[in-house]
């Protein structure tokens, strides 16, 4: 089945969030009723998914007419699931000491405040850590578009997940600021990376990035709590162990959710910008309100504050959000650059300096009619068309070029 690749992204990331949502009301079910202990969840979810995963990944390997059963109904690129090469083990290792950081100081607020819920909000500001690195790594620099969409997103988000109970110190904040939100940039940053990866002549699919991801961010995990409880004088680590025993299927059941929230999350990086990405997952606050609802009504958790200005705050954050997203999706333009290069001059210089050109994502020398074709992805289309023209004029060796533009492009669901 065939799907327009802007829907595809958009409908992958939404996926995400939702099956975060329903993810994060069995974790609070959990945490709430079978293990207190918030360090000990942290590793027992990732012991308990090793086998978890390990077993949806084997069952997706399945030959199914041709294709494997996990390319029919979670990721094309899905064939098998197959050992770890040599070039995606410093990836890996990046993006697992990620998720252990942002794990273990995501339970850490919960040992230092009763109510984490007016700091967690500020996990948001993720966001514009994505922002900033892309802007550093990438040749692209975010138009002023890009960036009010951002930061309406970012500040929507912090609105639509604010608390008006629990305490909020400086110790708190520094976790989340130095601690939570570095570690799901690095986590993100270097799936992203992973997905981007050719593997065999084809892109990394997102299974076996997961499945190679819950391995080693065990064994981070293992080792921080290992540290803290020599640090400390705790047993956090064997609790943990105790915990993916006792409960087992509770904890089976997040690992199962996340396992598809992350392969949608993973597919969707491999589509659009890290930060565009974490924006419409942001949503998952959105899809969360119904579930703590639910579960506040069975006396899991502290009942939903139901005060006239929390909700009007709560309303106004989700709205702006929403309105963050979607003009994300108003604004992105691709195009494609068709050039011929005089002859006499070398190819592999004339390639180097349209790579150099801001918005440029791809350059491939052809055979043929014409000698490059450079894809282009920028966020507003005059002012974007106007500079890369610019650029692509002032190299002598071009003899002539056509601009087209993208107007729908599709892929496999």
Not at 46 to 61: E, M, N, R, W, Y
Not at 130 to 155: C, R, W
Not at 357 to 373: M, N
């Amino acid at each position: 089945m065939k799907i327009r690749r802007k829907y595809l992204f958009y409908v992958l990331a939404f996926t995400a969030a939702i099956i975060s949502a329903f993810n994060s009301g069995i974790d609070a079910t959990v945490s709430s009723l079978f293990v207190q202990d918030g360090w000990a969840l942290a590793f027992a979810t990732f012991a308990v998914g090793i086998p978890v995963t390990l077993v949806l990944s084997l069952v997706f390997s399945i030959p199914l007419k041709g294709r494997s059963f996990g390319s029919r109904i979670a990721d094309p690129s899905f064939k098998r699931l197959r050992l770890l090469r040599r070039e995606e083990v410093f990836p890996q290792t990046m993006a697992a000491l990620g998720n252990a950081l942002y794990t273990v100081g995501y339970f850490a607020l919960f040992v230092l405040i009763e109510d984490p819920s007016v700091v967690l909000p500020f996990t948001q500001v993720v966001i514009l850590y994505l922002v900033t690195i892309e802007a550093i790594n990438d040749k692209d620099m975010p138009t002023l578009s890009e960036i009010q969409s951002i930061l309406i997103v970012t500040f929507g988000a912090i609105l639509g997940s604010l608390s008006l109970s629990g305490s909020l110190n400086l110790e708190s904040l520094l976790i989340v600021f130095f601690v939570i939100n570095p570690g799901w940039v690095l986590l993100t940053i270097y799936q992203r990376k992973l997905k981007w990866t050719k593997i065999d002549g084809q892109y990394n699919d997102s299974i076996n990035i997961r499945f190679w991801n819950v391995l080693f961010s065990c064994v981070m995990t293992a080792f921080l709590i290992f540290v803290y409880d020599r640090t400390m004088g705790s047993n956090h680590l064997a609790a943990g162990v105790a915990a993916s025993v006792t409960q087992f299927w509770w904890i089976a059941l997040i690992s199962f959710g996340a396992f598809f929230a992350f392969v949608f999350y993973i597919r969707a990086l491999g589509i659009g910008k890290a930060s565009v990405v974490q924006a419409v997952r942001s949503s998952t606050i959105m899809f969360s309100i119904p579930i703590s609802l639910f579960i506040a009504s069975l006396g899991i958790i502290e009942p939903f504050s139901f005060d006239p200005v929390l909700l009007t705050i709560k309303a106004i954050g989700i709205i702006i959000m929403m309105l963050g997203i979607v003009s994300f999706a108003l604004n992105l333009v691709k195009a494609y650059i068709f050039i011929r290069v005089k002859p006499g001059y070398p190819l592999d210089e004339t390639m180097q300096k349209l790579w150099n050109i801001r918005g440029v994502t791809r350059v491939t020398a052809t055979a043929g009619k014409y000698d490059f074709i450079v894809k282009i992805r920028i966020r507003a289309l005059v002012k974007g068309y106007e500079k890369i023209i610019r650029r692509v004029e002032d190299i002598k060796a071009i003899d002539s070029y056509k601009w087209e533009s993208v107007l729908k492009e599709w892929e496999d669901i």
